[in-house]
């Protein structure tokens, strides 16, 4: 089934354009020039944001500061094993995404932390990327109070994810 749904909707397309009696390939191009110039708006910051995590990764400045961070965190519930998590979520999806699967295949899915890494995916967002790709395509540079505001949800979804996970798991 799943290898219909890009025919079938490419057949559809076509009927309606047909029906409103446009050129559908000319409103495909548009379309896609129009995504073109986004793309050209987007990637510069992008390509910064993508470059600073590799540099924070790759200097160790992220261990460091998950050191440092870890005896607070260990007291506000949340298992230091997750700190790094906390801490990429915000900047990298995908870097996220590897931290998240080498703590569950370190410490296994059903284990404590495997799970609230895995709320912890689930409940907070990219802000960073987020913000950069979406204030960029509207040509916003000032962002206010978005980006703290932004970091304090994911502060808080950090938090209930750890909380929610030991009290499901009763411990």
Partial sequence: MGEYIVPLLLAVTAIAALRKKENAYDVLVDGARDGFRMLLTIAPALIVLLSAVGMLRASGALEALSAALSPVLGILGIPTETVLLLLIRPISGSAALAVGAELITAHGPDSLIGRTA???????????????VYFGAWGINKTRYAVPAALIADFVGFLAASWATRIFMGT
């Fill in 118 to 132: 895995a709320v912890m995916l689930g409940s907070t967002e990219t802000t960073f990327y987020t913000v950069s």
